[in-house]
């Protein structure tokens, strides 16, 4: 049968993708669907064809789920990074903990791990502690909002359940400033405009560091912009200039344009300073969570040398450092780990030391010198681990490594090859990183056999 953009299809959500979009399965065709949950029974209409896939969107809810939840507020802003907002919480829950034992099962073999239920928010709104929201125009009006799912399109928003109030405070302030003085957005394809995004930074005492990023280094009328925003708790204001044409957020060049250096934040008792471009979990809560299971996992005891790969800016070796001998962090940007030397100096912690490279490199030069570890945390980007880390720790052998994963993926595929040289899992605890989106990270306890 021959499908063609525009075609109509009716059928059932059966599933999610990683990115949120529903799966719908007519004939042999898989849709992705924007804007389908499992259960709905929908009408689709057919927007872009791929060579195994189509790509569709909801004309008509013909059956809502008996999960689809009736919200008691307003979203005023893309469903983009909030795909499952309308699904009930309890079942995206369940749906992660699911996604985590298929790719076990599916991509590493695995069938008998114990995966525990996915561990929630008790109020999963509001949790982002850094956002970048991109900034356009439409018919001359000015927009600030997020990306619509599988689209480049800025839905315009004044307010984030994402966010905490003060960020949304800060949009209405720029975007004030931006009509007032006739402040442009940023036009990549002609090159003229001023504003390309708005980094918000919040800390846990609800103090802002405010990120202007800008396509050249104009930036006219600032101090009114600055007079507004510190009426607020903005404590830093940098301005960040991005001139390239591609879709990084932040370029390399900051300036500071107003107050502290570094915003400072808490995980647990522990004092993070972060500069503009510092990596730090963007759920501090969770990371909480996350990171207690880790150590948990570790089983960790006074003598323990640990080596923490892909460690961003410390934050997991300065948690551990305390219960053991030393810690090891490798990271391969340089200001993340001069960030980790500053935070270990301000929390007090002198048995951490921190190397700026490729884990694939460092791990095994610091094996050839000898500094032999028994315990490792793996702490990856979604592409998960290099094979040279992997054959690394199967000639070490460890007694035992935790993986904390933010791609179940990837990390079922690196779990695969421990598995097969040496290794055991003995327990994967998925924790809800990021509320109402399809992402799911998990901790996983593995054990020398």
């Known amino acids: 049968m021959e499908i063609k953009v525009g075609d109509q299809f009716t059928g059932e959500i059966i599933d999610f993708t990683h990115e949120g979009n529903g799966i719908l399965k007519v004939n042999n065709l898989t849709i992705f669907v924007n804007g389908g949950l499992i259960g709905d029974k929908v009408v689709v209409k057919i927007d872009e064809i791929k060579r195994n896939f189509a790509i569709g969107s909801v004309v008509d809810i013909l059956e809502p789920s008996i999960d689809r939840v ?4 307003e979203v005023r802003e893309a469903r983009g990074g ?3 907002i309308e699904y009930k919480y309890s079942k995206q829950l369940e749906w992660k903990k699911e996604k985590v034992k298929k790719d076990l099962f599916k991509i590493a073999g695995l069938t008998d791990v114990v995966v525990k239920d996915t561990i929630g928010m008790e109020n999963p709104f509001r949790y982002r502690n850094h956002v970048q929201i991109p900034v356009g125009e439409r018919n001359g009006k000015t927009l600030i909002g ?3 799912l599988n689209t480049n399109d800025i839905v315009d928003m004044d307010s984030s359940i994402l966010q905490p109030e003060i960020g949304d405070k800060i949009i209405k302030i720029i975007r004030t400033w931006m009509d007032k003085y006739k402040i442009k957005a940023y036009d990549r394809k002609i090159k003229k405009g001023i504003i390309r995004h708005i980094g918000i930074r919040i800390n846990r005492d609800n103090e802002a560091m405010v990120i202007l990023v800008t396509g ?6 600032v101090n009114e912009l600055i007079e ?4 607020e708790k903005v404590i830093s204001i940098y301005q960040n200039i991005n001139i390239a044409n591609f879709s990084a957020t932040y370029g390399k060049v900051y300036k500071k344009l107003y107050g502290e250096d570094k915003l400072l934040d808490y995980i647990g008792d522990y004092k993070f300073y972060l500069s503009p471009k510092s990596f730090f979990q963007v759920n501090r ?3 909480e969570v996350l990171y207690n299971k880790a150590m ?3 089983d960790l005891k006074k003598d323990d040398i640990v080596y923490d790969l892909y460690c961003g800016i410390g934050t997991i070796s300065l948690y551990m450092a305390p219960y053991v001998k030393k810690v090891y962090g490798v990271e391969i940007i340089e200001e993340a780990v001069e960030d980790a030397k500053y935070n270990a100096v301000v929390n007090d912690i002198h048995n951490a030391d921190f190397i700026v490279g490729k884990s694939e490199v460092v791990l095994p030069k610091l094996v050839k010198e000898g500094i032999e570890s028994n315990k490792v945390v793996l702490d990856p980007p979604r592409k998960g681990c290099e094979r040279a880390v992997l054959e690394t720790l199967a000639k070490m052998l460890p007694e035992r490594i935790v993986y904390v994963s933010c791609n179940p993926s990837t990390m079922a595929r690196d779990v695969k090859y421990l598995v097969e040289n040496g290794y055991k899992v003995v327990k994967v605890q998925p924790v809800d990183m990021f509320p109402h989106s399809a ?3 998990c901790v996983v306890e593995i054990q020398k056999v």
């Open 146 to 148: 997020f990306y619509e």
């Open 216 to 221: 050249n280094d104009k930036l006219p009328r």
């Open 228 to 231: 507004e925003l510190t009426k």
């Open 296 to 298: 948990e996992y570790l």
């Open 70 to 73: 009736k919200l008691d507020f």
């Open 439 to 441: 992402h799911v990270e």
């Open 285 to 287: 809560i969770q990371t």
């Open 82 to 84: 909030i795909p499952l």
